[in-house]
């Protein structure tokens, strides 16, 4: 059996038949999605080969099933690797702000950071918490305000 590692920087295009196949293999791994985060069983079957069951992460297989769903739906699909650093301007990309501001959030302490000779890094994971929290903070304000419209009759 040969083994093929895809180039990590070129997308893949589902051919008709690869769309197909994800649709069938969307259905049933979507389904068993777990809610927790834990391991999640499956068995890889080859001609010849005795198919061993094998421990993978919930989160690699919802990454799987987003990866089939944007095939199924014939989308080029492309898996990016992240450093556990990010530049701030891909922590601006991130938060979908100017890279001087996202220097400004960093000087304001908002995510913590360190310098790298004259450069700033902050982790991924303090981007992507700060993400989410300001997310939910947006979502509760937007509530707050839906409920505001209703009990004044304007919607």
Known sequence: MTSKTPNPHVPVVPS??????????????????????RAV???????????????????ALRLLVSILRGMANGKAVHVLEHQSEVTTGEMARLLNVSPPYAVKMLDEGRIPSRLVGTHRRARLDDVLAYRDEQ?????????????????????
Request: net charge negative; proline share 6%; with cysteine.
């Open 41 to 59: 069983y499956l068995r890889v079957e080859e001609p010849d080969v005795p198919g061993e069951a094998i421990a993978v992460p919930a989160s």
């Open 16 to 37: 008709a038949a690869d769309r197909a196949c994800a649709r069938d293999a969307l259905r049933l791994l979507a389904s068993s999605l777990p809610d927790a985060d």
């Open 135 to 155: 997310y939910k903070a947006r979502k509760a304000v937007l509530d707050q305000m839906a409920a505001i419209d209703q009990e004044l009759g304007l919607t």
